[in-house]
T-cell receptor
């Protein structure tokens, strides 16, 4: 299995909703990442997990809450988002001493 | 942090043409990847190439780490090559890599 699977593919949520994005990989990678991509911009790093522990938080607002329950799963919990948080959210994984990232197909989030 | 610049920002090609995309980076790196992002947002890994030259079908890439640049060559372009090409770099650390992306080259291949 050489894939990173993200669900859901599309999500529309209100500003008072709570939702979660899910990411799963079975490549034995011990580093996992969340990226945010706005239209016509490159992906920007949000969080890095290494060995299931949060190692990098790129000053992301607390309305985004990551979680890594085990070495195969990565969640991103969303609460009280703003319309400007609408974006493509990408999950990726790699070996900790990396030989390259593998990205999922993303969740396209719209906040209304 | 590391700065990554890609050129050109936009490229329009006639089907069958060849092209070269460039990526310059500001510091030494030990991870460099080229990605193709399709219209649905999927980032497809084309090459992991921190140094040297690799080829995969009509695509090839060269990284000259000492001079801090990488080139992606597309030969005999096809309409399916359209999309955005990103170069991304990182310095490997024990806490996981921080992969930094360039601004991308938007490629349109016309039939």
């Amino acid at each position: 299995d050489t894939e990173v699977t993200q669900t859901p593919k599309h999500l529309v949520m209100g500003m008072t909703n709570k939702k979660s994005l899910k990411c799963e990989q079975h490549m034995g990678h011990r580093a996992m990442y969340w990226y945010k991509q706005k239209a016509k911009k490159p992906p920007e790093l949000m969080f890095v997990y290494s060995y299931e522990k949060l190692s990098i938080n790129e000053s992301v607002p607390s309305r985004f809450s990551p979680e890594c329950p085990n070495s195969s799963l990565l969640n991103l919990h969303l609460h009280a988002l703003q319309p400007e948080d609408s974006a493509l959210y990408l999950c990726a994984s790699s070996q900790v001493v990396s030989r390259g990232y593998t990205f999922g197909s993303g969740t396209r989030l719209t906040v209304v | 942090g590391i700065q990554v610049e890609q050129s050109p920002p936009d490229l329009i090609l006639q089907e069958g043409a060849n092209s070269t995309l460039r990526c310059n980076f500001s510091d030494s790196v030990n991870n460099l990847q080229w990605f193709h992002q399709n219209p649905w947002g999927q980032l497809i890994n084309l090459f992991y190439i921190p140094s040297g030259t690799k080829q995969n079908g009509r695509l090839s890439a060269t990284t000259v780490a000492t001079e801090r640049y990488s080139l992606l060559y597309i030969s005999s372009s096809q309409t399916t090559d359209s999309g955005v090409y990103f170069c991304a770099v990182a310095r490997i650390k024990a806490a996981g890599n921080k992969l930094t992306f360039g601004g991308g080259t938007r490629v349109l291949v016309k039939p």
